[in-house]
């Protein structure tokens, strides 16, 4: 009488590790699946976003796989070697105060539970501190944009491009006045430059 067949058996044995084999290929190939999957849904994306005009980095070819980075305009226009580096850093002092002064929140209350996701008043120095920022931040502003002559092309071409960090097509809605916005952004950056606040 023959009893129940142990796991020394070679046949049982070599059913398992097919099984196996079979379960890591099936895993593989689902891996592939979704990888190929993701590829294309990045690729799509990007392609979309550039279609609008955005400016997206990818990885360097032949290098490892690296996140694709969106561009800023100022970056996207440096990259391209069609802004000097001081009207970039012109252009960039001028975005941060431009979204100082836009991104302003109001000063927290000290009634509001939610304050730092616990009841912590804010101290007396920290919204002075805020204040005086968003104040001098302002006045900054003001003043790039007198420099600027107030005049409405040259302002909001540093105001799309610098501030809400769009290329130029994608601030225009398109090629056809790209030209011309990326022409009055130039305009502006080197006005902006020679005041010497690039700094």
């Known amino acids: ?3 129940p067949k142990t796991s020394r058996d070679p046949a049982l044995k070599a059913q398992r ?44 070819p032949g290098a490892r796989a690296q996140p694709y980075r969106r561009q800023s305009g100022l970056d996207w226009l440096a990259a391209k ?18 979204r100082r002064v836009k991104l302003e929140k109001a000063i927290p209350s000290t009634l509001d ?3 730092r996701g616990e009841f912590v008043p804010p101290s007396i120095q920290d919204v002075l501190a805020h204040g005086e920022e ?15 002559w107030r005049q409405p092309d040259l ?23 790209a030209g011309r916005l990326e022409a009055v952004l130039k305009v502006a950056l080197d006005i902006l430059a020679a005041g010497g606040e690039a700094r």
């Open 17 to 60: 590790a097919a099984r196996d084999r079979l379960l890591r290929l099936e895993r593989q190939a689902k891996a592939r699946g979704e990888a190929a999957a993701v590829a294309a849904g990045v690729a799509e994306t990007v392609a979309l976003s550039r279609a609008r005009g955005q400016a997206v980095a990818g990885p360097a």
């Open 134 to 148: 968003t104040e001098l931040a302002r006045r900054r502003l003001a003043d790039f944009r007198r420099r600027l």
């Open 1 to 3: 009488m023959s009893g």
């Open 113 to 115: 539970p939610r304050v």
């Open 81 to 98: 070697g069609r802004i000097d580096p001081s009207a970039k850093a012109a252009g960039e002092l001028y975005g941060r105060v431009y």
């Open 155 to 177: 302002v909001a071409a540093c105001d799309l491009v610098c501030g809400e960090e769009r290329t130029p097509r994608e601030a225009a809605g398109g090629d056809r006045d």
